[in-house]
């Protein structure tokens, strides 16, 4: 069994045990828990990524149950097949959907086999997760002093928030999948760079820009809710979410070419991030830059220098 296999399957079955266990880390932590399986895939190879998230997989059936494997194995997945796609040199736009794709796909099936499992509706068993997942979420608001008012009413609430959560799965499945993306793919460059270890070439991350074409995306979306109907209103929404998160990662690289363009201290930009991470103003406002940018282009992104 070879160093890489070993250290490799430690390293990922630790990320999901302190996940697993401690509520906090695994609202924070759990989107970097596909970076082993990137850096191994690379370093080592197919068999060694594929062995390493088995392993986890066997790992968290046996630590947790169906549900946690359902959770754990989509992350799993999404490290196995980011690490294939990434070593296929595959445009950063196309393995980000192909993920998106994949993961939806996998969430569906792994809901219907654990539905298999426990003779219960695909529905029934989506309601099930949501439901465990809110309350796991209360817990961590208990422990982190919410205070008694504020917890009473989110109990009181559950039902409500279920209800809108199941609506809203699909934007929150792509969604999750596209920040966990986002930030295994900035931990896993960062890593591999540091070991000479070949890196596709998806140049300055901080002048990426959405297609223009979703800008389409996000008039239909927006129309669909001005529609009586509640299905094309849930759509509406579903789609409108997606495009605000594509909009903000377009604000973020923006803000980061302005911080290294003006040469900010790290110090000071990590304020700043932390800043735009806690306040939704902030983060709203930065989801607006973003989305302005297709009209205004503030980085100059393909517009020629000026003489002199």
């Known amino acids: ?39 191994y895939r690379i370093k080592a190879g197919r068999p060694t990524a594929r062995l ?24 799993l997945l999404i490290g196995v097949l980011m690490g294939e796609w990434m070593e296929r040199r ?35 068993t989506l309601s099930e997760g949501v439901r465990h997942n809110l309350e796991l979420t209360l817990q961590l608001y208990r422990e982190i002093g919410l205070s008694p008012e504020q917890i009473e009413f989110l109990e009181g609430s559950l039902d409500v928030i279920q209800q809108i959560m199941i609506g809203m799965m699909p934007a929150l499945v792509i969604g999750s999948t596209l920040m966990t993306v986002w930030v295994s793919l900035l931990t896993a460059r960062q890593l591999l760079q540091r070991r000479g270890l070949p890196v596709p070439d998806y140049g300055p991350l901080d002048q990426w820009k959405a297609p223009e074409v979703l800008v389409w995306g996000v008039i239909a979306s927006g129309l669909l809710l001005l529609l009586p109907s509640l299905a094309a209103k849930t759509v509406g929404l579903n789609g409108l979410m997606i495009f605000m998160l594509v909009y ?37 406002a930065v989801v607006g830059v973003g989305f302005f940018d297709t009209w205004f282009n503030f980085r100059k992104i393909g517009k020629p220098l000026a003489p002199g």
């Not at 993961?103 to 529905?123: I, P, S």
């Not at 930009?269 to 306040?279: E, F, H, S």
Request: hydrophobic share 60%; net charge positive.
């Open 52 to 75: 390493i998230a088995l392993s986890a997989a066997g790992f968290v059936l046996l630590l947790g149950g169906r549900l946690e494997l359902l959770f754990f194995g989509e992350l």
């Open 1 to 39: 069994m070879s160093k890489d296999l070993i250290t490799g399957t430690l390293i990922t079955c630790l990320a999901v045990t302190v996940c697993a266990l401690v509520p906090i880390a695994g609202l924070m932590g759990s989107v970097f828990i596909p970076v082993p399986l990137i850096f």
């Open 90 to 124: 595959w445009p950063l736009e196309r393995m980000a959907a192909a993920v998106c794709g994949a993961a939806a796909l996998a969430a569906a099936a792994g809901m219907w086999v654990l539905g298999l499992f426990t003779g219960r509706g695909l529905f029934e």
């Open 248 to 284: 903000f990662f377009q604000g973020i690289a923006i803000v980061t070419y302005f911080l290294r363009k003006k040469q900010v201290p790290r110090a000071a930009r990590m304020v700043l991030y932390g800043l735009i991470a806690i306040q939704q103003l902030v983060m709203l």
